[in-house]
T-cell receptor
Framework: EDQVTQSPEALRLQEGESSSLNCSYT??????LFWYRQDPGKGPEFLFT???AGEEKEKERLKATLTKKESFLHITAPKPEDSATYLC??????????FGPGTRLSVLP | NAGVTQTPKFQVLKTGQSMTLQCAQDMNHNSMYWYRQDPGMGLRLIYYSASEGTTDKGEVPNGYNVSRLNKREFSLRLESAAPSQTSVYFC???????????????FGPGTRLTVL
């Protein structure tokens, strides 16, 4: 069964304190791995798509990486506006998305 | 370019009442999806429409029906609401049918539904 787990469940950082969020997955064949940001009371906002192991994508303070079993979302020198829930989803070949439960990030000033 | 829009934003129902959640996208996408989001759980797929004229069940379809009205619009209907359907509902769309290239899904702002 295709499955996605995310850790930690919640993370509190001081402004400027870099860290990483983990997304571990088991899937029969990976078509793509997706990262989304979700602010309270809003819909998920697309961040990155990764297709193959070794691939990396960057956007401002965020960098996403992919291996055969997991993906990391690295946050460098975070700011309070980076506070949100970060969702990971995998898409097996020929199938729909499977979402993880998310990591709730709080960045304190 | 509004992206994906959903109405209503909030709704309170009594057990047994019915309602329809509306979704529209202006990105000329082929595929549309309905998810529910519950605390501590990932987004779960209720129904999807790979292309205009087709609909298929997702992971949690019981108690729901859908209609792909045209390429832009995809509605979700609760015929007889139950407290277990209290949740936040999201509509999403993507350019291609599931499993193809460029399958990024774009989400609407959500409908917060409470069933008493």
């Amino acid at each position: 069964e295709d499955q996605v787990t995310q850790s930690p469940e919640a993370l509190r950082l001081q402004e400027g304190e870099s860290s990483s969020l983990n997304c571990s997955y088991t899937v029969s064949g990976l078509r793509g791995l997706f990262w989304y940001r979700q602010d309270p009371g809003k819909g998920p906002e697309f961040l990155f798509t990764l297709y193959s192991a070794g691939e990396e994508k960057e956007k401002e303070r965020l960098k996403a990486t992919l291996t055969k079993k997991e993906s990391f979302l690295h946050i460098t020198a975070p700011k309070p506006e980076d506070s949100a829930t970060y969702l990971c989803a995998v898409q097996p070949y020929g199938q729909n998305f499977v979402f993880g439960p998310g990591t709730r990030l709080s960045v304190l000033p | 370019n509004a992206g994906v829009t959903q109405t209503p934003k909030f709704q309170v129902l009594k057990t047994g009442q019915s309602m329809t959640l509306q979704c529209a996208q202006d990105m000329n996408h082929n595929s549309m999806y309905w998810y529910r989001q519950d605390p501590g759980m990932g987004l779960r797929l209720i129904y999807y429409s790979a292309s205009e004229g087709t609909t298929d069940k997702g992971e949690v379809p019981n108690g729901y029906n859908v209609s792909r009205l045209n390429k832009r619009e995809f509605s979700l209907r609760l015929e007889s609401a139950a407290p277990s359907q209290t949740s936040v509902y999201f509509c999403a769309s993507s350019e291609w049918a599931s499993g193809s290239l460029g399958d990024t899904q774009y989400f609407g702002p959500g409908t917060r539904l409470t069933v008493l």
